[in-house]
Nanobody, 114 residues
Framework: VQLQASGGGLVQPGGSLRLSCAAS????????MGWYRQAPGKQRELVAS???????NYADSVKGRFTISRDNTVNTIYLQMNSLQPADTAVYYC?????????WGQGTQVTVSS
């Protein structure tokens, strides 16, 4: 199994980014998939998930700002992040949810700073 997250970068507060996660060895439409993040000195947390039926779920901290989606044809999930705040600074990963598998991949760094 490989989960390759990409799309991170440096953005100013209020800006937007779109993350992608290309999965291999695991069908995204056959699993609940999620986006997690880990900020320095903090535990990894689940911020968004999408069910096999396509229903999204969000942590309160990102609700109304982040949107998770999925493209079954390319076995990829996405995270559209709007109105980014410094508190969103973290390494973002994708994985199964709510119980992730051991293979995390490298993640993608998101830094929100002026």
């Amino acid at each position: 199994v490989q989960l390759q997250a990409s799309g991170g970068g440096l953005v100013q507060p209020g800006g937007s980014l779109r993350l992608s996660c290309a999965a291999s060895g695991i069908p995204v439409r056959g699993n609940i998939m999620g986006w997690y993040r880990q900020a320095p000195g903090k535990q990894r947390e689940l911020v968004a998930s999408i069910s096999m039926g396509g229903t999204p779920n969000y942590a309160d901290s990102v609700k109304g700002r982040f949107t998770i989606s999925r493209d079954n044809t390319v076995n990829t999930i996405y995270l559209q992040m709007n109105s980014l705040q410094p508190a969103d600074t973290a390494v973002y990963y994708c994985n199964k949810a709510p119980i992730p598998i051991a293979s995390w991949g490298q993640g993608t760094q998101v830094t929100v700073s002026s």
